[in-house]
């Protein structure tokens, strides 16, 4: 009887364990406030997982409820792996664009200096700025009630973003103030069998991204640019002590190249600028007639005044000489280094010029600065410029006998002249050939400094072909 009794009483006790048990398992379930599909976050987060708990958000704040995992913590730092809670303006719901995106596999990047964000991720781009109401997705702009805006140092756009960019569902439960979300990332079909889609809450917003065409592709503006070209100058004028404004015919021409590159963090241009005139000096005989005619001896030059066709001003501007015709060949090339200073392609900078000629002067050499415009080369139709100035350009040169004693007779002095080059044109690029057709006008302006027999200029337009690397 006592056996009896005591195991009546042990099934008493076990029964009353597993009424409470199964009560308990009930009640947990029923305090749950975790919205329609329940039944789903009980399966995920298994059947240990506590009560839901929205916690109470700061004003203005509303919790996430994101693929069924809750989310109240503040929009400036993320809580357990949890994306950021969401804000509320008027009847719009904005939510944090890094964190909700990089939750769904996509790379965020953000330009502080025009306030934008590039969300992308295969088969999906999606462009915001913050303070303009529209939202670009996959290159095609569409309207925003309300613009994006940095709240607490994380930058927040209406809820439509995510919808409609990513392709995820959104709903706003009013009566509990959450924000439901619900993403699933496309995959790749295998021959496995299609486990069961989780029902989705219904949303408000549009279910599925609607699909737009890919824009065509813009050519954006190359930064730095790297080309040569070269350059006929035809019919150029000379004037200077061999050619009282005589007309080149042939070899005359330009070659210039640029590139354009980084360094210290600034933009910067090295360019050379390559220029030879070619031009007659005129005469009623020539050289090879003086020394191959006996008897024949040019006309003679007194003082400063020419009795005959080519008297030409000595280096020293002392007298005069009889010059025999001859074809005259003036040369230049400087090398330059810019800073940009303002778009498009205009730079400010210094220069190194040599110059030199056919006709027995010394080399010149010399510093100068100047500001140049460089063409735009990743357009159809650009136009340059440029102006260059060199205050001094000089090389030695020894007096010759026969010079007054005041010049001063077997010394070396400084042959020095002022320089100044200039340049303005236009490109057609050809295509994407990479080639550019040249044309234009140059020229330069020369004004003596010490023993320079006269002032000189060169001057002409040009045509040519360039191309760019």
Request: with cysteine; net charge positive.
């Amino acid at each position: 009887m006592k056996r009896l009794s005591t195991g009546l009483l042990a099934a008493l006790v076990a029964v009353g364990i597993g009424t409470t048990s199964v009560s308990a398992a009930n009640s947990a379930q029923a305090k749950g406030n975790i919205g329609t599909f329940a039944p789903t976050q009980i399966a995920q987060a298994g059947p240990a997982m506590p009560p839901a708990d929205f916690g109470t958000p700061p004003s203005g704040e509303v919790p996430i409820l994101f693929n069924d995992r809750h989310v109240y913590s503040k929009p400036d730092r993320l809580k357990a792996n949890r994306v950021l809670a969401a804000l509320v303006r008027g009847n719009t719901i904005l939510i944090p664009l890094r964190s909700m995106f990089e939750q769904m596999g996509a790379t965020v990047s953000y330009d502080p200096a025009s306030k934008t964000v590039d969300v992308s991720k295969p088969g999906s781009d999606v462009k915001v700025t913050v303070g303009r109401p529209e939202v670009v997705i996959n290159g095609e702009s569409r309207p925003l009630d309300v613009p994006p805006e940095i709240y607490k140092g994380a930058v927040v756009v209406p809820v439509r973003v995510v919808s409609e960019g990513m392709g995820a569902y959104v709903q706003w439960v009013p009566d509990r103030r959450i924000v439901v979300v619900r993403y699933v990332p496309a995959v790749v079909p295998t021959p496995a069998p299609t486990p069961v889609p989780t029902p989705v809450p219904v949303v408000t917003a549009k279910p599925t991204p609607v699909p737009t065409p890919t824009p065509t592709a813009v050519p954006t503006k190359n930064p730095y640019e790297h080309f040569i070209v070269g350059d006929y100058i035809f019919s150029p004028k000379v004037y200077n002590e061999f050619s009282p404004g005589n007309t080149g015919h042939g070899g005359s021409y330009s070659a210039r190249g640029a590139v354009e590159f980084p360094a210290f963090g600034l933009p910067w241009m090295l360019e050379g600028d390559y220029r030879q005139w070619s031009y007659p000096h005129n005469n009623g005989f020539s050289a090879a007639q003086v020394t191959g005619t006996p008897g024949l001896t040019a006309p003679a030059c007194s003082g400063n005044g020419a009795t005959g066709p080519g008297c030409v001003t000595v280096i020293g501007a002392y007298g005069q000489t009889n010059v025999p015709s001859f074809t005259a060949r003036d040369t230049d090339f400087d090398g330059r280094l810019g800073l940009k200073i303002a778009e498009p392609r205009i730079y400010i900078g210094v220069g190194y010029l040599h110059r030199e000629e056919n006709y027995g002067y010394p080399k010149q050499n010399g510093f100068g600065f100047g500001a140049e415009k460089l063409p735009d080369l990743n357009q159809v139709l650009s136009v340059y410029g440029s102006i260059w100035y060199y205050p001094s350009i000089s090389g030695d040169f020894t007096i010759p006998a026969g010079a007054p004693p005041s010049i001063g007779v077997g010394t070396t002095q400084k042959f020095q002249q002022r320089f100044l080059k200039y340049q303005i044109g236009g490109t057609l690029t050809l295509g994407n050939s990479g080639l550019f057709l040249d044309a234009g006008f140059l020229g330069d302006t020369i004004r003596g400094k010490n023993l320079a027999p006269s002032d000189a200029s060169h001057a002409g337009g040009y045509v040519g072909l360039g191309i760019k690397f």
